[in-house]
């Protein structure tokens, strides 16, 4: 088959992360693998793996973005594509005016992946209008049959985010050498018993409730936690008042700010727990599975998409949202002992792309 991928930019994030490793896959199965996308740091390893990257600006939203439907079109039906999949609601905007209202017999298919819990309005519902829908979480399909009672449910499946198992696993250790260079870098962390908290620095994925959970376990000498996560320009403003709330609650020592790292696989290896402490139901949560894969038990507030990949591999730990106590507790136990981790099948890279396929072929067929 031959795919298109769309989706605004390749910078760091969850979908643009996935979206490049579902495309290593697809090549390694001798599909023809192709992306559209403004470009970003990912591309390039995208093009090192043997997908085809097409730069086209399907990321501003701006009622300007729509002269650029016309070109579109015909970039799209050039490329004469079996499978045209969008994973965000500005392109799926895009394709659907440039192709999407053609008869099925003059287009590709356009398969459609709800990334996210938009807000509830015709612009999100663009996502539903694929000749198949993809749910990535049991959390984002009861999103989508509620909030769209319009959608046809039997064209919506849900096909879990995956993580590579090649790169993420239990076996996976950092080597001395890098060992020996973060240590050097981040020395209070060397010998401690790391919690780590990943995740982009952005208000509600629940930085402030971590540190609030940490400062619980001040006393512990043992304990430190590490906040990891790239820091947007126009963020910089949230990370200095983290760094401030860290000193009102007497934790500098404790915490180290990181930003987001290439191969963070092994700072997964270096950690005893890892948090994701999110304010608001996440569709999914790719770090938790990550860490799980890692081999890594994770404490998480049970709600939304990490509720469910822990229900499925480490229910220990669920915590009862807002309940610092609990969470610090759970904490502390866990990092004094070890624990018994392993990720189900559903969550693997491997199991997402064969029911991706799946479903891909199941638009050709209909």
Same mark, same amino acid.
């Given at each position: 088959?031959?795919?298109?991928?769309?989706?605004?930019?390749?910078?760091?994030? *969850?979908?643009?992360?996935?979206?490049?490793?579902?495309?290593?896959?697809?090549?390694? !199965?001798?599909?023809?693998?192709?992306?559209?996308?403004?470009?970003?740091?990912?591309?390039?390893?995208? %093009?090192?793996?043997?997908? +085809?990257?097409?730069?086209?600006?399907?990321? @501003? @939203?701006?009622?300007?973005?729509?002269?650029?439907?016309?070109?579109?079109?015909?970039?799209?039906?050039?490329? %004469?594509?079996?499978?045209?999949?969008?994973?965000?609601?500005?392109?799926?905007?895009?394709?659907?005016?440039?192709?999407?209202?053609?008869?099925?017999? !003059?287009?590709?298919?356009?398969?459609?992946?709800?990334?996210?819990?938009?807000?509830?309005? +015709?612009?999100? %519902?663009?996502?539903?209008?694929?000749? !198949?829908?993809?749910?990535?979480?049991?959390?984002?399909?009861?999103? $989508?049959?509620?909030?769209?009672? +319009?959608?046809?449910? !039997?064209?919506?499946?849900?096909?879990?985010?995956?993580?590579?198992?090649?790169?993420?696993?239990?076996?996976?250790?950092?080597?001395? %050498?890098?060992?020996?260079?973060?240590?050097?870098?981040?020395?209070?962390?060397?010998?401690?018993? $790391?919690?780590?908290?990943?995740? +982009?620095?952005?208000?509600?994925?629940?930085? @402030?409730?971590?540190?609030? $959970?940490?400062?619980? /376990?001040?006393?512990?000498?043992?304990?430190?936690?590490?906040?990891? *996560?790239?820091?947007?320009?126009? @963020?910089?403003?949230?990370?200095?008042?983290?760094?401030?709330?860290?000193?009102?609650?007497?934790?500098?020592?404790?915490?180290?700010?990181?930003?987001?790292?290439?191969?963070?696989?092994?700072?997964?290896?270096?950690?005893?727990?890892?948090?994701?402490?999110?304010?608001?139901?996440?569709?999914?949560?790719?770090?938790?599975?990550?860490?799980?894969?890692?081999?890594?038990?994770?404490?998480?507030?049970?709600?939304?998409?990490?509720?469910?990949?822990?229900?499925?591999?480490?229910?220990?730990?669920?915590?009862?949202?807002?309940?610092?106590?609990?969470?610090?507790?759970?904490?502390?136990? /866990?990092?004094?002992?070890?624990?018994?981790?392993?990720?189900?099948?559903?969550?693997?890279?491997?199991?997402?792309?064969?029911?991706?396929?799946?479903?891909?072929?199941?638009?050709?067929?209909?």
């Amino acid at each position: 088959m031959k795919i298109v991928q769309v989706l605004p930019a390749l910078n760091s994030g *969850g979908v643009e992360r996935g979206t490049v490793e579902f495309a290593r896959y697809l090549v390694d !199965q001798g599909h023809q693998s192709m992306v559209i996308s403004a470009g970003g740091s990912l591309a390039s390893q995208l %093009e090192q793996q043997g997908s +085809r990257h097409i730069a086209f600006p399907v990321h @501003k @939203k701006n009622l300007f973005s729509l002269r650029h439907v016309i070109p579109l079109s015909k970039l799209l039906l050039n490329l %004469e594509a079996d499978i045209i999949h969008v994973r965000s609601r500005l392109p799926a905007w895009l394709v659907w005016l440039a192709v999407g209202r053609k008869p099925r017999s !003059q287009r590709p298919a356009l398969i459609s992946t709800f990334h996210g819990l938009y807000s509830k309005n +015709r612009y999100s %519902e663009i996502m539903a209008c694929g000749d !198949q829908v993809i749910a990535i979480s049991q959390c984002v399909y009861d999103y $989508i049959v509620d909030s769209y009672p +319009r959608v046809d449910k !039997q064209k919506v499946s849900i096909v879990h985010r995956g993580v590579d198992t090649g790169i993420f696993h239990s076996a996976v250790q950092a080597n001395d %050498e890098w060992k020996m260079a973060f240590f050097a870098q981040h020395t209070e962390l060397a010998g401690k018993n $790391i919690v780590l908290f990943p995740g +982009r620095l952005t208000v509600w994925k629940g930085h @402030k409730d971590f540190l609030t $959970i940490m400062a619980l /376990l001040k006393n512990d000498d043992k304990i430190v936690g590490l906040i990891a *996560g790239h820091v947007d320009p126009q @963020k910089e403003h949230y990370l200095a008042e983290l760094q401030r709330l860290a000193d009102q609650l007497g934790i500098n020592h404790k915490i180290r700010f990181i930003d987001a790292v290439p191969d963070v696989e092994n700072v997964y290896a270096l950690s005893k727990v890892v948090c994701n402490f999110s304010l608001r139901p996440e569709p999914f949560g790719r770090t938790v599975i990550e860490a799980l894969a890692c081999g890594i038990p994770v404490v998480a507030y049970d709600t939304g998409g990490p509720s469910e990949s822990l229900r499925a591999c480490f229910t220990e730990g669920l915590i009862k949202p807002s309940d610092y106590q609990q969470a610090a507790d759970k904490i502390r136990a /866990l990092c004094q002992r070890s624990s018994s981790v392993q990720l189900s099948k559903l969550f693997t890279l491997d199991h997402q792309a064969q029911k991706t396929l799946d479903i891909y072929q199941r638009a050709l067929n209909d």
